[in-house]
């Protein structure tokens, strides 16, 4: 069964720690992303990745940044996490076209105190 | 850039009663449309997915969704909701060759 796997499934962290969270995927997918999901605003893209070594800004980049050193593995890193940080952060990957959709982990739920 | 809207963003429906979950987006070029199921305290799963042809497409478990060009909708429908139902629904649609834009999602509670 192809999964994509996040490290971690929920996660306390205290203002200003620097945190990682890790997404893994057995796919071979060229493309993966990060989002935030927060009630009543539903998935905000943070940043995406369609090749190793390349990312792009999504809609809400700022206080986040990102590593995809290998393909199948992509890093979600909060430079200095701040209490507004709390949230859900969902992976996904997708082969090369929108088409074909993504495939979803099943999340992290990041306390921020 | 293309936005999706939920125009619901709670549904309360009886068992075994008839829901529609309702989604429109912004543009109208060729676009690719998504249906996402997330059941709580997991992640989303794809329920059905249109991307040509016929207009009506259905997911196993008797969701259908209808793609509207004129009216730029793509609803969800099922005729007879069950208790394992309840979930939040999310409504995609493509933006550009490789991204998906997600709608605010729409929470259906289904009550015995």
């Known amino acids: 069964d192809v999964k994509v796997t996040q490290s971690s499934r929920y996660l306390v962290k205290r203002t200003g720690e620097k945190v990682f969270l890790e997404c893994v995927q057995d796919m071979d997918h060229e493309n993966m992303f990060w989002y935030r999901q927060d009630p009543g605003l539903g998935l905000r893209l943070i940043y995406f990745?369609?090749?190793?070594?390349?990312?792009e800004k999504g809609d809400i980049p700022e206080g986040y940044s990102v590593s995809r050193e290998k393909k199948e593995r992509f890093s979600l890193i909060l430079e200095s996490a701040s209490t507004n940080q709390t949230s859900m952060y969902l992976c996904a990957s997708s082969l090369w076209a929108s088409s074909y959709g993504y495939t979803f982990g099943s999340g992290t739920r990041l306390t921020v105190v | 850039a293309q936005s999706v809207t939920q125009l619901d963003s709670q549904v309360p429906v009886f068992e075994e009663a008839p829901v529609e979950l309702r989604c429109n987006y912004s543009?109208?070029?060729?676009?690719?449309l998504f249906w996402y199921v997330q059941y709580p305290n997991q992640g989303l799963q794809l329920l059905l997915k249109y991307l040509s042809g016929s207009t009506l497409v259905e997911s196993i478990n008797g969701f259908e969704a209808e793609f509207n060009k004129s009216q730029t909708s793509f609803h969800l429908r099922k005729p007879s909701v069950h208790i394992s139902d309840t979930a939040e629904y999310f409504c995609?649609?493509?933006?550009?060759?490789?991204?998906?834009?997600f709608g605010q999602g729409t929470r259906l509670t289904i009550n015995p």
């Open positions: 990745s369609y090749d190793v070594k390349m990312k």
């Open positions: 543009s109208s070029v060729s676009v690719y």
């Open positions: 995609a649609v493509s933006q550009g060759a490789q991204k998906l834009v």
